[in-house]
Nanobody, 121 residues
Framework: QGQLVESGGGSVQAGGSLTLSCVAS????????WGWFRQAPGKQREIVAR????????FYADSVKGRFTISQDSAKNTCYLQMNSLKPEDSGMYYC??????????????WGQGTQVTVSS
């Protein structure tokens, strides 16, 4: 398994933007399945967006549709989450996940350590 390192989190006011990055390293093959999850204090981790390298974005949570964009750079083995029009309810720890196959995604995906996003009203 590889390692994932997220960056780009921070504190912004409502309406602002942030771009999160997730760099993968250490694996023998490139990741094909990527996802961003978030977890607010006292709440369960939820999926925000998913990406499949063969087709592009494959899922956005209803709460972020039209505001967030997931993308991926295969050459850099990096996934991005562009977040626009941020709302206070977008605050939380954002985690990147990746896998080389669908089976690995479902059973044993890699996780990053998380990056904090705080949106103030």
């Amino acid at each position: 398994q590889g390692q994932l390192v997220e960056s780009g989190g921070g504190s912004v006011q409502a309406g602002g933007s942030l771009t999160l990055s997730c760099v993968a390293s250490g694996g023998t093959d490139s990741n094909r399945y990527w996802g961003w999850f978030r977890q607010a204090p006292g709440k369960q981790r939820e999926i925000v967006a998913r990406y499949y390298t063969a087709t592009g974005p494959i899922f956005y949570a209803d709460s972020v549709k039209g505001r967030f964009t997931i993308s991926q750079d295969s050459a850099k083995n990096t996934c991005y989450l562009q977040m626009n029009s941020l709302k206070p309810e977008d605050s939380g720890m954002y985690y990147c996940a990746a896998a080389r196959s669908l089976m690995e995604w479902e059973k044993n995906r890699d996780w990053g350590q998380g990056t904090q996003v705080t949106v103030s009203s």
